[in-house]
Nanobody, 137 residues
Framework: VQLVESGGGTVEAGGSLRLSCVVS????????????LGWARQAPGKEREGVAV???????EYADLVKGRFTIARDNANHMFFLQMDNLRADDTAVYYC????????????????????????????WGNGTLVTISS
């Protein structure tokens, strides 16, 4: 596995969690600082949905459901990135996956990491195995 998530767990509604993702150098075909880095999640019985992406220059983009509550950040020196999740709700319960890639384009539905339906997607080349986040109400 070339991307490894950590930080999942169970927290009460209104609480916070911070997810981390470590990217192995073996997963990289370009300098780490040019990669799109992102988080997606999949709740039971639902399709995977994009949560947040941070570009190489530091620009960020979020899905509407998490705007104002989640923050994505990156540490280029250590090949890591993070997802700070605040004011968690029961519907945030899901397996969270980190991903890394180099492209952004008009990919078909279901491909890559897409934050807004109908818009372009990030073509993520590598994915982690996921970490479970459970929000208790």
């Amino acid at each position: 596995v070339q991307l490894v998530e950590s930080g999942g767990g169970t927290v009460e509604a209104g609480g916070s969690l911070r997810l981390s993702c470590v990217v192995s150098p073996q997963a990289l075909v370009a300098p780490f600082n040019v990669y799109y880095l992102g988080w997606a999640r999949q709740a039971p019985g639902k399709e995977r949905e994009g949560v947040a992406v941070i570009e190489g220059g530091g620009s960020t983009e979020y899905a509407d459901l998490v705007k104002g509550r989640f923050t994505i950040a990156r540490d280029n020196a250590n090949h890591m990135f993070f997802l700070q999740m605040d004011n968690l709700r029961a519907d945030d319960t899901a397996v969270y996956y980190c991903a890394a890639g180099l492209t952004y384009g008009q990919y078909p539905t279901g491909y890559g990491l897409r934050l807004t339906p109908g818009r372009w997607a990030y073509g993520m080349d590598s994915w982690g195995n996921g970490t479970l986040v459970t929000i208790s109400s």
